[in-house]
């Protein structure tokens, strides 16, 4: 294979890791003024993982890319390229990638962080694939890694409820086209509106003092908009690839809240059964959540080789987008 020579990025491998420790609404019912009832009625979230102390990122995002690696039947040797999603990285640098790149004795290689939010492992997957693409890498390991359990206000119940820590990633190798059979990544729609950064946000960070931050959220001004935009990067991702929405096998989308993802189903006519929930068992886990979503599909046996999967997803920017892959 010559790096002029037209390649599709195939989805060979994907993984998954979530903390041990779960923890339920009820637990959360003693820290602040919520109830289980509100949870699982404005959110359809149930439970979700929260990172241990001595847990990081790095370490949630390792975990998941050695998964995912396992899975695809290859070594770190083999990974030439890592995008790691991730808001929370472990330190403001060097990159979250570069630490999992050492955890996981990948050798020298391309490794950095996409920063879209919940986002993240959208744009991550369009980065990765472009520049296989572009002849720069092979293997690519992409990975959306989170520990928004340390970015939350935990008296904040408007948002402490809805958030949980995980990770997911993806292998992606590249093949010629010719040898693709239809399968791989086929197209992208990447969306941001940075007019709109202060409805989700944390305001902190190394170049605005103060320190790390904590998550704030106009919660109902970003749920107004989900529905719409997330239809449209849907719709647009489809039209670039010239298939129908109906033809699509399996929709992952970033899971937020239960609300949103029917919202989506309802105005595109997708059939309910076609669309992966773990937003009950995982929460919102920002960058983490699709890949968590898609790997427990696979999984459990819903997504098989051959089929045609929709990953979407919105978030802090803002920004939203959407994935096409035939695994
Ligand atoms: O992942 C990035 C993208 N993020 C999203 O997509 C999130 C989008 N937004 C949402 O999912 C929803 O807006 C929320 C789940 C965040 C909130 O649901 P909502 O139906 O929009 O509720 P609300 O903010 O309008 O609040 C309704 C009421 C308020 O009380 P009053 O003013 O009506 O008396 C809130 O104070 O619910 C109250 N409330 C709560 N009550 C019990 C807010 N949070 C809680 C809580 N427990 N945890």
């Given amino acids: 294979m010559t790096d002029t020579q037209a390649v599709r990025s195939m989805l060979v491998g994907i993984g998954a890791y979530l903390p041990a420790n779960v923890v339920s609404n009820t637990r959360l019912e ?3 003024d919520t109830t289980d009832a509100w949870i699982r009625e404005r959110t359809g979230i149930t439970q979700r993982a929260i990172a241990a102390p001595l847990e990081t990122t790095a370490s949630l995002g390792a975990e998941a890319g050695r998964r995912a690696l396992a899975d695809a039947g290859m070594a770190p ?3 030439e390229l890592i995008v790691c999603a991730t808001a929370t990285p472990d330190q403001t640098f060097p990159a979250t990638a570069a630490l999992i790149q050492a955890r996981l004795g990948i050798p020298v290689c391309i490794a950095f962080d996409v920063q879209a939010v919940c986002t993240g492992f959208v744009y991550a997957m369009a980065v990765a694939d472009s520049m296989m693409k572009a002849g720069q890498a092979r293997t690519a390991l992409v990975i959306g ?6 970015i939350l206000d935990w008296s904040d119940r408007t948002t402490c409820v809805l958030f949980g820590d995980g990770a997911g990633a993806a292998v992606l190798r590249a093949v010629p086209e010719s040898e693709a059979g239809g399968r791989g990544v086929l197209a992208h729609a990447l969306r941001a509106d940075g007019r709109q950064a202060g409805i989700l946000h944390v305001r ?4 605005s003092g103060g320190g790390t931050g904590k998550l704030a959220m106009q919660g109902q001004a970003v749920f107004k908009q989900a529905v719409t935009n997330i239809s449209e990067a849907i719709e647009a991702a489809c039209a670039r690839a010239g298939i129908a929405v109906a033809d699509v096998d399996w929709f992952v989308p970033h899971q937020a809240n239960r609300r949103i ?3 989506v189903a309802r105005r595109l006519a997708i059939p309910e059964d076609k669309v992966v929930v ?6 919102n ?10 790997a427990a599909a696979r999984a459990d046996g819903r997504i098989k080789p051959g089929d045609l999967v929709l990953l979407e997803a919105m978030g802090g920017g803002l920004t939203w987008g959407a994935t096409l892959v035939r695994v």
């Fill in 30 to 32: 003693a820290m602040v």
């Fill in 77 to 79: 040797e083999d990974v």
């Fill in 145 to 150: 890694a989170e520990t928004f359990s340390r």
């Fill in 204 to 207: 902190g960070g190394p170049s």
């Fill in 261 to 263: 993802l029917d919202g």
């Fill in 278 to 283: 773990t937003v009950d068992r995982h929460g």
């Fill in 285 to 294: 886990t920002s960058a983490a959540s699709v890949p968590l979503a898609f």
